[in-house]
Structure formats: structure tokens, C-alpha cells
């Protein structure tokens, strides 16, 4: 079961429950931090004195607005969009922006909340933020994204800025739509203001090695957690879910290092391709026509499709989560380490349940969450922020080289903080911990602000 929480903070967390009703995700991101800040407030009272947990839980700012638009046929369409200022103590708010019919201020919150300690973690002067809308792109045209992206970018310009709110991706939120952000911000602003969102293309002030950067750093984190165990990736067998931009770079990586990757998924069923995902198929399924996993069989004799199905059942060495909250449960945990599973990555935020960590930390094996495990992808935009206010453009291996030193620093950090607090190698409890210092201490030093 779930562990219990510090009498300190169990206070907090029903504060929590009853100023941000119905939020459920929110409530089990603050949850899952809070089980692990107990021995942080005995080591330091002066937080609960300068109740700096309290303030972390409350957003700085959250803005809601309508977003009308017109369809192809000229129907007029409202969706709802959100930011959420989550916290500036370290830099201007950062965080990507989702595009999912599941995107209401619960999620947009738990996603924030998650970002202020990931971002803690890169070591970069990165605040906390993250927003998104209901607005869902599947079988849209360019040409309704566009507008969409326009009227969205109307409102939302007057919040953003290099100092003050830098934006990214997210689920369905790439190159395409940053491009129609950005050209939006710019016409209104009248500024050329490059560090204003990140991800963007290379020929206008994108970050070569963004695009990868996520799934790249899951896969260094990952190696890093086998190296502690004395082992690697070398011909590991593992499962991705999902087939966007996280999981298509963790495969990309994962094979270069040696592993083969049997299994992958979208929200309608998954693949497995014993014969190893072919990873240029896969691309140009997803990313250059925009197209569902199922195809990938139709194509490849080697392949299975499970409609409605997913990659946990499928026997492996390595999971790696890639899709989207709450996607692995205890039950799929169950199962993967009754089938030899010895270690996990979350490329995706929050993929596994709470009873499902438990599971895996129980069975002893590699667990990495993803407010480290995927702090790849932000870092690489702090990177695009740096390269954009020094007008210049770094090459591709230096990014990598630098994405790498920062997922290894990440990686050595959670390990020795897990350490610090009595709990070797459970990387839960470091990357929690040592994020939430990270922000306390700065929290502390600005005052009551
Ligand atoms: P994409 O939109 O590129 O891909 C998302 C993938 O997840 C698709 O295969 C999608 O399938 C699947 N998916 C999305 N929602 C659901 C759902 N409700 N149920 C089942 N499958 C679903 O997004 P990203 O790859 O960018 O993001 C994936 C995860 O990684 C998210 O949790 C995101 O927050 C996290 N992340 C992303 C970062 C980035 O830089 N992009 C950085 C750090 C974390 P379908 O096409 O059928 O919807
Ligand atoms: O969850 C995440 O870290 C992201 N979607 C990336 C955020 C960013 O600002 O690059």
C-alpha cells in the first residue's frame, strides 16, 4: 500500500484537498512529494517555520481564458486554455504547453507542480510552470491548428516573456504549433524575442538535439541507474508506450546503445515486432504522416497489433513509459516483474500510480520517476535559452555532450541524496528531496514573497 504521511504533513495535504477540489492528479503529485519530506523538515525546521511546503503548493499565478477559433467549414469553436505560474524562485516559470480533450486545471497542475522540483534538479535557472488546452489536434488541418494556435497566442502573449515565462511542448504540442506560437508572439509583441518559448525549429532560434532531448536523457539516466548494478543496456529487450516525440528518442537512443526495443503503443492499442521496432518506419508513421501505431503492422510482416492493448503485458527486461499519466498500474507492475523486468524509466510524467512504484520499489528493482528520468527535455531548453541570448547556435554533439553531463549530474545527485536520507539508491526519495531543496533554500533567501 501507499506509505502514510508525517503528521507535519498530513495538515498540509488535506489543506491541499480542500483548497483544489476534484484535482485528483494534482492531489497525487503533492501526495507523492509529501510521503517523502518528513525527514527534510527534521533537518531543517526553519521550512515549516517559513511554511515554505504550503507556499510550494500554491501556484504564483494560474490564468484561464476562452479560446475561440474558426473551423475549416466556418464553424465557430471555444476551447479553454490554462497557464499556471507555478513558481519563480529559480527562474522564469518553465514548462510545456498540452493539447489533449483531457486537459482540464487538474492536470495542468499536477504537470506544474511536477516541473518546479524536475527543473530544480537540471542545476539551470529554470522556474516552474505549465499549461495547455482541451483543444484536441487529431484530425485537424494545419490550417485549423494554425488559427487555434493564433487565438490562443492573443491572449497568452501578455503573460509570457524571456524573464518572465518561457513555454514549450508537451503532448500534442510540436515544432508545428510552437512555429504558429511563436510567429503569433512575435506579430503582436513586435519583438524578435527567441528565448520567449523553446523547441523551436533551427532556422529560427530552435536548440539543435531538443527535438531528441527527452527521450536521449531518459535513456542516459537509465544507463546510469544500470551502471550502479554493474550492468548496461547491452542487449536489454524493452517496451516503450507511446510513439510521440518522448518515446520515438528513447527507442532512437536505447537501440544505439545496444537494447532491443520489441514492443511500443498509441492510445488505441500497441505493437510488438520481435524482429525490433523498425525505428524509420515508426517515424515516418508518426512524424511525417501523422498516423496511427496500427499502421506500423499493416506494414511490417514481423509485427503484431493489439487494438486496445497495451506494451506491459509483453515480457522484457526494460520498461520505459513514455505516453502519459497513470498509464502502468500495480497490476501491470505485477506483471512486468513477474517477468523478469530489473529496471524502469519514465520518459512520460507521473506514467506509473502510486501502488505501482510500490510494487517496483518492493521488488528492489531500477526505478527511475520522471522529474528525473525525463528532466532531459526541459534542460536541452534551458540550453536553447542560453544559446538564444548569446545569439549563437552550438553544434549537435556539444548539446548531446552537455544533455549528458546533465542527466549523469541528475542521476549522481538523487543517488547521493537517497543516501543522505537513509534510503540507497531509491531514486523516489532523492530526486523529491533534493529537488524540493533546491527550491526551498531559494524560496527561503527571497523572503516572504
Ligand atoms: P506526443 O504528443 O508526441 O506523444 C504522446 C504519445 O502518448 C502518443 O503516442 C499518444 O498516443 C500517447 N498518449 C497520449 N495521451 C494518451 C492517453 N490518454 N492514453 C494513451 N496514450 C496516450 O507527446 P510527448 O511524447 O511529448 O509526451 C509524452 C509524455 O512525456 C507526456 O507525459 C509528457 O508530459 C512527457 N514529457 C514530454 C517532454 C517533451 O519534451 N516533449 C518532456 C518531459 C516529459 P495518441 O497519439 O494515440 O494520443
Ligand atoms: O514535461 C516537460 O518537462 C516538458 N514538457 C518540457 C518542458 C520544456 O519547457 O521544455
Redesign the pocket.
Same mark, same amino acid.
Given at each position: 500500500m501507499v506509505a502514510g504521511l508525517d503528521e507535519k504533513l498530513e495538515p498540509i495535504y488535506q489543506d491541499v484537498l480542500r483548497r483544489n477540489p476534484g484535482e485528483t492528479e494534482f492531489h497525487q503529485a503533492v501526495r507523492e512529494v509529501l510521503e517523502t519530506l518528513g525527514p527534510v523538515l527534521v533537518k531543517f525546521p526553519e521550512f515549516a517555520e517559513q511554511k515554505i511546503i504550503q507556499r510550494i503548493c500554491e501556484p504564483e499565478r494560474q490564468i484561464i481564458f476562452r479560446v475561440p477559433w474558426q473551423d475549416d467549414s466556418g464553424r465557430v469553436q471555444i476551447n479553454r486554455a490554462f497557464r499556471v505560474e507555478f513558481n519563480s524562485a529559480l527562474g522564469p516559470y518553465k514548462g510545456?504547453l498540452?493539447?489533449?480533450p =483531457?486537459v482540464y486545471l487538474g492536470i495542468v497542475k499536477f504537470?506544474g507542480f511536477e516541473q518546479i522540483f $524536475?527543473n530544480a534538479l537540471t542545476g539551470l535557472p529554470i522556474g516552474g510552470g505549465k499549461g495547455g488546452s482541451d483543444f484536441d489536434p $487529431?484530425g485537424k488541418s494545419d490550417a485549423e491548428v494554425m488559427r487555434f494556435c493564433q487565438s490562443l497566442m492573443t491572449e497568452l502573449y501578455r503573460h509570457l516573456g524571456e524573464h518572465t515565462d518561457v513555454p514549450?511542448?508537451? !503532448?500534442?504540442?510540436?515544432h508545428r504549433e510552437i512555429g504558429y506560437l511563436f510567429g503569433q508572439y512575435k506579430r503582436i509583441s513586435n519583438r524578435y524575442e527567441s528565448g520567449v518559448l523553446t523547441?523551436k525549429g533551427l532556422a529560427w532560434g530552435g536548440s539543435r538535439a531538443?527535438t531528441e532531448? @527527452?527521450?536521449y536523457g531518459t535513456i542516459f539516466f537509465l544507463e546510469e541507474m544500470l551502471k550502479v548494478r554493474g550492468d548496461s543496456l547491452e542487449g536489454k529487450t524493452c517496451v516503450v =508506450?507511446? =510513439?510521440? /516525440?518522448?518515446? !520515438?528518442y528513447a527507442i532512437e537512443k536505447a537501440m544505439a546503445l545496444g537494447a532491443r526495443i520489441i514492443a +511500443? *503503443?498509441? =492510445? /488505441?492499442g500497441a505493437v510488438i515486432d520481435q524482429a525490433g521496432i523498425d525505428l524509420d518506419l515508426l517515424k515516418q508513421i $508518426?512524424e511525417v504522416e501523422r498516423r496511427? !501505431?496500427r499502421v506500423y503492422a499493416e506494414e511490417k510482416a514481423s509485427a503484431t497489433y493489439l487494438e486496445g492493448g497495451s506494451v506491459w503485458t509483453v515480457p522484457c527486461q526494460v520498461a520505459l513509459p +513514455?505516453?502519459?499519466?497513470n498509464?502502468l498500474t500495480a497490476k501491470d507492475a505485477e506483471v512486468l516483474v513477474k517477468q523478469g523486468c530489473i529496471a524502469v524509466a519514465e520518459?512520460? /510524467?507521473?506514467?506509473t500510480t502510486p501502488e505501482g512504484i510500490q510494487v517496483f520499489l518492493d521488488a528492489g528493482i531500477a526505478f527511475g520517476p520522471?522529474k528525473a528520468a /525525463?528532466?532531459?527535455?526541459?534542460a @536541452? *531548453?534551458a540550453l536553447e535559452m542560453q544559446q538564444n541570448a548569446s545569439r549563437d547556435s552550438w553544434t549537435f554533439d556539444y548539446t548531446e555532450q552537455r544533455l549528458r553531463e546533465i542527466m549523469t549530474n541528475i542521476h549522481r545527485t538523487c543517488y547521493e541524496t537517497s543516501e543522505e536520507f537513509c534510503a540507497r539508491g531509491n531514486y523516489v526519495v532523492g530526486a523529491n528531496i533534493a529537488g524540493f531543496l533546491r527550491v526551498g533554500h531559494a524560496m527561503a533567501a527571497l523572503g516572504l514573497i
Amino acid at each position: 500500500m501507499v506509505a502514510g504521511l508525517d503528521e507535519k504533513l498530513e495538515p498540509i495535504y488535506q489543506d491541499v484537498l480542500r483548497r483544489n477540489p476534484g484535482e485528483t492528479e494534482f492531489h497525487q503529485a503533492v501526495r507523492e512529494v509529501l510521503e517523502t519530506l518528513g525527514p527534510v523538515l527534521v533537518k531543517f525546521p526553519e521550512f515549516a517555520e517559513q511554511k515554505i511546503i504550503q507556499r510550494i503548493c500554491e501556484p504564483e499565478r494560474q490564468i484561464i481564458f476562452r479560446v475561440p477559433w474558426q473551423d475549416d467549414s466556418g464553424r465557430v469553436q471555444i476551447n479553454r486554455a490554462f497557464r499556471v505560474e507555478f513558481n519563480s524562485a529559480l527562474g522564469p516559470y518553465k514548462g510545456g504547453l498540452r493539447f489533449h480533450p =483531457s486537459v482540464y486545471l487538474g492536470i495542468v497542475k499536477f504537470l506544474g507542480f511536477e516541473q518546479i522540483f $524536475k527543473n530544480a534538479l537540471t542545476g539551470l535557472p529554470i522556474g516552474g510552470g505549465k499549461g495547455g488546452s482541451d483543444f484536441d489536434p $487529431k484530425g485537424k488541418s494545419d490550417a485549423e491548428v494554425m488559427r487555434f494556435c493564433q487565438s490562443l497566442m492573443t491572449e497568452l502573449y501578455r503573460h509570457l516573456g524571456e524573464h518572465t515565462d518561457v513555454p514549450a511542448g508537451d !503532448i500534442g504540442v510540436g515544432h508545428r504549433e510552437i512555429g504558429y506560437l511563436f510567429g503569433q508572439y512575435k506579430r503582436i509583441s513586435n519583438r524578435y524575442e527567441s528565448g520567449v518559448l523553446t523547441g523551436k525549429g533551427l532556422a529560427w532560434g530552435g536548440s539543435r538535439a531538443r527535438t531528441e532531448a @527527452t527521450g536521449y536523457g531518459t535513456i542516459f539516466f537509465l544507463e546510469e541507474m544500470l551502471k550502479v548494478r554493474g550492468d548496461s543496456l547491452e542487449g536489454k529487450t524493452c517496451v516503450v =508506450s507511446g =510513439s510521440g /516525440n518522448v518515446a !520515438i528518442y528513447a527507442i532512437e537512443k536505447a537501440m544505439a546503445l545496444g537494447a532491443r526495443i520489441i514492443a +511500443c *503503443s498509441d =492510445s /488505441n492499442g500497441a505493437v510488438i515486432d520481435q524482429a525490433g521496432i523498425d525505428l524509420d518506419l515508426l517515424k515516418q508513421i $508518426k512524424e511525417v504522416e501523422r498516423r496511427r !501505431i496500427r499502421v506500423y503492422a499493416e506494414e511490417k510482416a514481423s509485427a503484431t497489433y493489439l487494438e486496445g492493448g497495451s506494451v506491459w503485458t509483453v515480457p522484457c527486461q526494460v520498461a520505459l513509459p +513514455c505516453a502519459t499519466q497513470n498509464e502502468l498500474t500495480a497490476k501491470d507492475a505485477e506483471v512486468l516483474v513477474k517477468q523478469g523486468c530489473i529496471a524502469v524509466a519514465e520518459g512520460a /510524467n507521473m506514467p506509473t500510480t502510486p501502488e505501482g512504484i510500490q510494487v517496483f520499489l518492493d521488488a528492489g528493482i531500477a526505478f527511475g520517476p520522471g522529474k528525473a528520468a /525525463n528532466a532531459g527535455g526541459v534542460a @536541452t *531548453s534551458a540550453l536553447e535559452m542560453q544559446q538564444n541570448a548569446s545569439r549563437d547556435s552550438w553544434t549537435f554533439d556539444y548539446t548531446e555532450q552537455r544533455l549528458r553531463e546533465i542527466m549523469t549530474n541528475i542521476h549522481r545527485t538523487c543517488y547521493e541524496t537517497s543516501e543522505e536520507f537513509c534510503a540507497r539508491g531509491n531514486y523516489v526519495v532523492g530526486a523529491n528531496i533534493a529537488g524540493f531543496l533546491r527550491v526551498g533554500h531559494a524560496m527561503a533567501a527571497l523572503g516572504l514573497i
